[in-house]
C-alpha cells in the first residue's frame, strides 16, 4: 500500500527536436538508463499543465500540478516569492498585500544610482530596522531574502494589489511614484501607503550606523527599498490540509521554495542545490528518500534544465539530463510503500528559447500501478503511455487515488 | 523557426469502412505515397471538429477550426456567404442583418414560375437596380453572386435576423411573406422591411429595360429576388488581428470563399479552382506555396470528397483523394520555416450521403514538431498520432505554439 510520495519536477524538461541530435530532443538523446527503468515500471503520459494549447509560466504551472488553479489562487509573484523568503517565514494572511524588493541606494536628489546597494550580500539589519512600521493603520512587514533581495507585506484593510512597480527596473533614473492601475479607493489607498513607507523608511535606512559605516568604508550605501510585484495573497487551503499529507519541499531556486512555502510546505535545505547547472541533484534526490521518513509528501524541484533551454544550449540541457539520471538511480530501491513521480512543469524549447505549450513526459512509479509498455522517459515514448494526456489539474486526483486517499462520490 | 503555415481542409475527407473497398475508409483505400510520406513527417491525431458526438455543418466547423467558436459568431449562413460574394466584397458591420438571395421570376398573381430567372447567367445589373434602397431608414444593400445568386445587407437600427424565408423552395407557389420568429418589436420591423423592399424591388425589376428584352428574346425575367438565411453580422476580430497573422483563402466554393471574407482573409482567385471534382488541386497547391511569400496563413480549401460522398459515390471519393494526393507531392519540399497542416472539417459517410460525427485525421508536418511514428494519413492511422484526440478550438493554439506566438500564462 503506497503511503508516501515522491514528487519530482524536472524544469522546463519538454523540449522539440534537434537537428543537431539527429531530430531527437534533449530528454531522448540524453542517456537516460535510469529515468528509462523508472519509466518501464510506471503508468506514463503525456501532460498538458494548464491544457492543451496553453503556455505556461512556472509559477501557475507548479500551483495546477498541485491542485492551486490560477484563476483561483494567482494574483501575481509578490507572494510566492515572498512566502520563500527567511529561515522562519512570514505568516501572510488572506488579503495581505505581498511584494518583492530590492535594496538600493539613491542620491540626495533621489535618483537610483543601484538597483542592488553594491550587489550587498545580506540584508537582514537593513530589513530588521524597518520592518514594523505602521502607516495609516497598515502594517509594513519587511523580511530579508538572499543578496539584496527583500520581501514587503502590508496588513490591513481595504488594500488593492493593483498598483504599479516602484523599481523603474533602471538606474540614473528616480524612483517611481507608485500609482493606482485600477479606479478603485483601495488602490489609490495602497499606493499611497507604499509612498509613504518607502519614503519614511528611505529616512530611516539613511541615519543607520551601518550605512554610515558602509560609506565610510567606499560602499553604496543600502538606503531604499525599490518594491514591485504587487499580489493579494489569497484565501487558500494549505496543501497538508487539502490533502491530509504531511508536506515539505526541497528546492533551490526562490521562485520554488516559495511555491513550497506558499503551499504551507516545510523547507527542507539541502547543501549543495544551487537551482544551478552545478547542483546536487544526487544529495536533493537522497534528501527526498530520507525525507520520506518524516513526510507523506516530499517535493523535489531540479532548475536548471529550463535554465539551459532559455539559453538555446541543448547540448548543456543533454549533459544535465543526464546528471539527472545518474542521481535517479537512487530511486530504484525505493520501497513499494513509496508512489515515485516525476514530470516538468512545461517544455522549453531550445530553438525557441522559451517556453512552449507542448505537453510533458509523466511517469507513475510504482509496483501497484498498471504498468504500461512505454519503456522510455521522453516526449515521445509518452504518448503510447496508460495515462493518455492529461492536464496539471488530473495529477493530485492521480496521486490521491494511488494513495487510496480519494473520496467517494455516491456509494 | 516556423514562421509560415499553409492550412488545407479537405472537405468531407473522413469516413466509413466501405464493404467494396475491403472494409477500408475511402482514404485508407486510396493509393496516397505522398499524403502518407507527409504524415510519416508529422505529429498526428484525430479530430472531432465541434466536439464528440456532434455532427458538423461546413460552415461551423470551419470557424471552430479556426478559432471562431460558433456560440459566439455564427448566426446563420447569410452573413458568411454574403461575405464572399462580389470581387469588392460588401463591408459589413456589427448588427447588419445578411441574407441570401436568388433572383427569380414571379407571374401577374404573384407565383414564382422559376426561383433562377431561367438559370440566368449574371444578375449583376439586376442587382444594381435595386441597390441602395432605404427602407424605413434601413438601407437595403444588394450584391450580386454567381448565376442567379445575390446577397442582401439590411443597414440600419433595430434589426433582427428571427425571421422567416421569402423563398418557399418550390415552384408554382406565391412568394412567402417574411414573418417575425419571435415576438421581437426588431423582428416585425426587419419583417416589414423586407416585403416593403422585395414588393418595391419587384416594382421596379419589372419594369427594367433589360426584363423587357429578355421576354422579347423568349428568356423569363428576372423581376423578384427571392430571400432567405437571415443572418446578424456578429461583432468579431479579423484572423488577420486576433493571430497577428497576414491571411488568405484560396477556395472554389463560394461559402469557403465566404468564410475567408468573413474572416477578413484576401481571397486568392486561383484559374481552374472549381470546387468541382474535376477542380486543379495541383494549381491550388502551387499558390499556396507561392502565397507563402507575402502570407503567414494560407488556408486551401479543396472540396469534392465530400460532395462525392454526399452522392455516395466512394470510387469517386477515393479517386479524387488519389488526385490529391498527387498534387500533394508538391509539398514534400517545403521549406523548414513552413508548418503543414492537413486535415478536414467532418466525415462525410458515403453510406449515409450525410455529414457524420467521425473524427477526422490531422497532421502537422514539420522538422519541429514531435514527429510520431504514423505513417499513414488515414482515420484509422491517426488514432496512434501524437495529438492524440482533439477538438477544433484545440487546432489555432497548437498552430500558434509551433509559431511561437503563445502568449505566456504566468510567469
New interface residues.
Given amino acids: 500500500m503506497i503511503t508516501k510520495t515522491i514528487f519530482v519536477i524536472f524544469d522546463g524538461l519538454g523540449d522539440?527536436?534537434i537537428?543537431a541530435f539527429d531530430?531527437q530532443?534533449p530528454l531522448e538523446y540524453a542517456h537516460t538508463p535510469n529515468l528509462d527503468a523508472l519509466a518501464a515500471r510506471s503508468i506514463c503520459g503525456?501532460m498538458h499543465p494548464?491544457g492543451?494549447?496553453?503556455?505556461?509560466?512556472?509559477?501557475?504551472?507548479h500551483l495546477a500540478i498541485f491542485g492551486y488553479p490560477?484563476e483561483k489562487y494567482?494574483t501575481g509573484?509578490g507572494p510566492i516569492e515572498v512566502a520563500g523568503l527567511g529561515k522562519s517565514g512570514l505568516a501572510m494572511q488572506a488579503g495581505d498585500v505581498a511584494l518583492r524588493g530590492n535594496f538600493g541606494t539613491v542620491d540626495a536628489q533621489g535618483n537610483i544610482i543601484d538597483r542592488r546597494a553594491g550587489r550587498i550580500s545580506d540584508v537582514t539589519p537593513f530589513a530588521a530596522a524597518i520592518d514594523g512600521m505602521v502607516v495609516d493603520g497598515v502594517r509594513c512587514r519587511v523580511i530579508a531574502g538572499t543578496a539584496h533581495r527583500a520581501g514587503v507585506v502590508l496588513q490591513g484593510k481595504g488594500l488593492s494589489a493593483a498598483i504599479s512597480d516602484a523599481d523603474p527596473h533602471a538606474e540614473g533614473h528616480p524612483v517611481a511614484a507608485v500609482r493606482p492601475l485600477d479606479d478603485s479607493k483601495e488602490a489609490a489607498f495602497t499606493a499611497e501607503v507604499l509612498n509613504t513607507f518607502m519614503r519614511t523608511s528611505h529616512e530611516t535606512l539613511s541615519g543607520l550606523a551601518i550605512n554610515e559605516q558602509r560609506s565610510a568604508a567606499g560602499q553604496l550605501p543600502a538606503n531604499f527599498l525599490l518594491v514591485r510585484g504587487a499580489g493579494v495573497y489569497p484565501s487558500m487551503p494549505a496543501f497538508n490540509e487539502k490533502y491530509d499529507l504531511k508536506s515539505c519541499c526541497i528546492a533551490g531556486g526562490g521562485l520554488y521554495k516559495g511555491i513550497g512555502a506558499f503551499l504551507g510546505m516545510d523547507i527542507i535545505e539541502v547543501a549543495g542545490a544551487t537551482a544551478l547547472p552545478d547542483t546536487d541533484i544526487a544529495a536533493k534526490f537522497a534528501a527526498a528518500v530520507q525525507m520520506t521518513e518524516n513526510y507523506d509528501f516530499v517535493f523535489v524541484h531540479v532548475k536548471a534544465a529550463d535554465s539551459l533551454a532559455e539559453d538555446g544550449n541543448f547540448e548543456g540541457k543533454k549533459t544535465f539530463i543526464e546528471r539527472a539520471d545518474a542521481a535517479a538511480a537512487l530511486f530504484s530501491n525505493l520501497p513499494d510503500d513509496t508512489l515515485l513521480v516525476m514530470t516538468a512543469d512545461h517544455s522549453t524549447a531550445c530553438?525557441?528559447k522559451?517556453?512552449?505549450?507542448?505537453p510533458v513526459p509523466l511517469m507513475l512509479c510504482n509496483p501497484s500501478v498498471r504498468i504500461d509498455a512505454v519503456s522510455q522517459f521522453s516526449?515521445?515514448a509518452c504518448?503510447?503511455g496508460g495515462l493518455?494526456?492529461l492536464d496539471a489539474a488530473n495529477i493530485m486526483p492521480e496521486v490521491l487515488n494511488m494513495m487510496g486517499k480519494l473520496p467517494l462520490v455516491g456509494a
Fill in positions: 522539440r527536436p537537428p531530430g530532443t503525456l494548464l492543451r494549447g496553453v503556455r505556461p509560466g512556472s509559477d501557475v504551472s490560477l494567482y509573484r530553438e525557441l522559451a517556453h512552449t505549450a507542448d516526449e515521445r504518448m503510447q493518455g494526456q
